[in-house]
């Protein structure tokens, strides 16, 4: 079905089983959020929030909140998209069959964006105060738009086709913020909008800016998609939603006319406040930091506008579904601008950006020489210079050689580099370098360090399937060993208190683990403040230690030493214990979680879901 606003689509959902309204008043401080999270964790349905406290206006989440009702939004356009991607990245296929690609063509009608005389007539003007202001996490700094779609334009090439559109969050309220003349938006310089603003400053002119939300589901999704080179978001929106992106421009800011909501302002350069904090999809808060603040010009909303929202916390959460279906979308893009790789998987569980698994091709060592890792690195230096993959802090990579692979089995795979790295020669570390803005286990905002573990070859060692006799009894302070997964033990340690106190704690850790005679069986220990936790499940694993360490200043080894600057040991030691410089992690809050009950229970609007305790 091709949707022209966000209500179609609401109907449509609702028609085919997929949405449930809820009829109660409901508060959009913490009570929404806590609502979508207890839903979106049992796969259950989107949700319209038709009676929002302090609004007028609806609201609606976890429409993106699985995989096959994403698709099923986009079910008469998606099989078009993604032969227009891989042409995009593959123009070949066209010529070598054009006949195929007839609907490709047909598709692409609705690509051009088209202007339009002037704002719909319905469009009302209000205020900020009167959206939904929606707090998620008692630690937030306010209310948050959580799927924005944030309109600029290149200042040097003005006009829609030199436009970007990116989802990066505005603040509404709270913090220093005036209510109805100022928001708050985050984003860093290298993103899209950065460099429009760049431009506007280098002439003394002030970015305009317009934030959209709602509209056809597909405008939300194209403010997240990496597309082809030369393929702007407004093309793919219009494409995706198989109608045409309509627009207009009042007092010369561009107005999306299929639109519920939308924010006109200015940015005017060195104006910042403190933006945050913000429960983030790494399962923390991010802290208060200065970030551009815009001057509200209007704001419009239809008569009938629904707010589309989203909670992010952490992962799996609703954003792990926008991961995948643009993965199912881009298909082997990543193929295409990355010669040699054969895949690459952004772990979700790790809050995607800390952790990267690949595997790529192995063609330089000659038959005759031990087989050891050359070619990968090539490409692991390309992957940790691509986009946003240059965020990771942990690359692990192998070659598929004799056996097929599966990046997304986690078991399977690190097994497989467990089983064959060389931990004197395959370990490569990137210090003093630049993370997440998000990741606070670094040096400062934006700063830390990367390592790449690489294995090719033939199988070195049989990983340990049980805790091994060596780490039973530890020396003071260390114990409770637990077997995460084969080769990977967690080791519980007291709370950590500074480097300088690690550095002295692990060495001799690893001193006591070292007398014991070699421990090959066990490649990886996490140190951490909770082995039980830690070792329940990979989800778990995967979270703690990759969210919680910065390579460079917590990575230790047994029998660690240097050989021309290059690091090695005999068995690594990640220090995942929670350090006094990250951020909290978010807790939901109980009061909010007891309140909520009356919608779960017998005559509530979710009664049906099954989900009351």
């Given at each position: 079905m091709i949707y022209?606003?966000?209500?179609?689509?609401v109907n449509d959902l609702e028609k085919h089983g997929h949405l449930v309204r809820i009829h109660e008043e409901v508060d959009p401080h913490l009570e929404m959020a806590a609502i979508h999270l207890k839903v979106f964790e049992a796969g259950g349905p989107a949700l319209l929030f038709e009676k929002v406290k302090g609004s007028k206006f609806r609201a609606v989440s976890n429409l993106f909140g699985t995989v096959e009702r994403s698709k099923f939004i986009f079910r008469?356009?998606?099989?078009?998209?993604?032969?227009?991607?891989?042409?995009?990245?593959?123009?070949?296929?066209?010529?070598?069959?054009?006949?195929?690609?007839?609907?490709?063509?047909?598709?692409?009608?609705?690509?051009?964006?088209?202007?339009?005389?002037?704002?719909?007539?319905?469009?009302?003007?209000?205020?900020?105060?009167?959206?939904?202001?929606?707090?998620?996490?008692?630690?937030?700094?306010?209310?948050?738009?959580?799927?924005?779609?944030?309109?600029?334009?290149?200042?040097?090439?003005?006009?829609?086709?030199?436009?970007?559109?990116?989802?990066?969050?505005?603040?509404?309220?709270?913090?220093?913020?005036?209510?109805?003349?100022?928001?708050?938006?985050?984003?860093?310089?290298?993103?899209?909008?950065?460099?429009?603003?760049?431009?506007?400053?280098?002439?003394?002119?002030?970015?305009?800016?317009?934030?959209?939300?709602?509209?056809?589901?597909?405008?939300?999704?194209?403010?997240v998609m990496p597309l082809p080179e030369g393929m702007s978001e407004l093309t793919f929106a219009g494409l995706l939603s198989g109608r045409?992106?309509?627009?207009?421009y009042v007092d010369g800011f561009c107005i999306s006319n299929d639109a519920d909501f939308v924010i006109t302002g200015e940015i005017h350069q060195g104006e910042t406040k403190p933006e945050g904090p913000f429960g983030d999809h790494l399962?923390?808060?991010?802290?208060?930091?200065?970030?551009?603040?815009?001057?509200?010009?209007?704001?419009?909303?239809?008569?009938?506008?629904?707010?589309?929202?989203?909670?992010?916390?952490?992962?799996?959460?609703?954003?792990?579904?926008?991961?995948?279906?643009?993965?199912?979308l881009t298909g082997d893009a990543i193929k295409q601008e990355i010669p040699g790789v054969k895949e690459v998987h952004a772990v979700d569980a790790a809050g995607v950006h800390p952790l990267l698994f690949a595997i790529g091709s192995e063609r330089y060592t000659p038959y005759e020489q031990v087989k050891q890792p050359a070619e990968i690195l090539t490409i692991a230096n390309r992957i940790l210079g691509t986009g946003q993959l240059s965020l990771a802090k942990y690359l692990f990579m192998t070659a598929e050689e004799s056996q097929p692979l599966d990046t997304?089995?986690?078991?399977?795979?690190?097994?497989?580099?467990?089983?064959?790295?060389?931990?004197?020669?395959?370990?490569?570390?990137?210090?003093?370098?630049?993370?997440?803005?998000?990741?606070?286990?670094?040096?400062?905002?934006?700063t830390g360090s990367k390592v790449i573990f690489a294995a090719v070859g033939e199988k070195k060692r049989e990983l340990c399937r049980e805790v091994p006799a060596q780490l039973t009894e530890l020396p003071a302070g260390f114990g409770q060993a637990r077997l995460v997964m084969p080769g990977i033990v967690a080791i519980q340690g007291s709370a950590f208190a500074s480097y300088e106190e690690?550095?002295?704690?692990?060495?001799?850790?690893?001193?006591?683990?070292?007398?014991?005679?070699?421990?090959?069986?066990?490649?990886?220990?996490?140190?951490?403040?909770d082995s039980e936790f830690m070792s329940e499940t990979t989800n778990n694993f995967l979270w703690a230690t990759f969210t919680r360490s910065n390579p460079s200043h917590d990575i230790y080894g047994v029998n660690s030493g240097y050989a021309f600057k290059h690091w090695a040991c005999d068995n690594?030691?990640?220090?995942?214990?929670?350090?006094?410089?990250q951020a909290p992690p978010l807790i939901p809050d109980p009061v909010v979680e007891k309140n909520i009950e009356r919608l779960f229970a017998e005559g509530g609007s979710l009664s049906g879901l099954g989900l009351s305790k």
């Open positions: 022209r606003n966000m209500e179609e689509c008469q356009t998606w099989d078009s998209v993604q032969d227009v991607i891989a042409l995009r990245n593959d123009p070949v296929k066209a010529m070598k069959n054009p006949f195929k690609h007839v609907r490709t063509g047909l598709a692409a009608r609705h690509a051009l964006p088209m202007k339009q005389s002037g704002k719909p007539a319905e469009m009302q003007e209000i205020n900020i105060s009167d959206l939904p202001l929606i707090k998620h996490w008692q630690g937030d700094g306010g209310a948050f738009v959580t799927l924005p779609q944030v309109y600029s334009e290149d200042p040097d090439k003005p006009g829609i086709m030199n436009s970007n559109l990116g989802m990066y969050r505005v603040q509404l309220s709270g913090n220093d913020y005036e209510m109805d003349k100022e928001v708050g938006i985050h984003y860093q310089i290298h993103r899209g909008i950065g460099i429009h603003q760049d431009r506007a400053n280098r002439q003394g002119m002030p970015l305009k800016v317009s934030i959209f939300a709602g509209g056809p589901p597909a405008h939300t999704l194209s403010a045409r992106f309509r627009y207009s399962g923390y808060y991010s802290l208060t930091h200065p970030f551009p603040v815009m001057r509200v010009h209007k704001v419009y909303a239809r008569p009938n506008a629904i707010f589309p929202f989203t909670v992010v916390g952490r992962p799996p959460q609703e954003d792990t579904a926008f991961g995948a279906l643009i993965h199912e997304h089995d986690v078991e399977g795979f690190l097994g497989y580099i467990l089983e064959r790295i060389n931990l004197k020669r395959d370990i490569h570390f990137y210090t003093n370098t630049t993370i997440d803005t998000l990741d606070y286990s670094g040096t400062g905002l934006n690690a550095q002295q704690e692990i060495d001799g850790l690893c001193k006591a683990i070292a007398a014991k005679g070699p421990l090959d069986s066990a490649p990886m220990m996490i140190l951490c403040d690594v030691i990640i220090d995942a214990r929670v350090k006094p410089h």
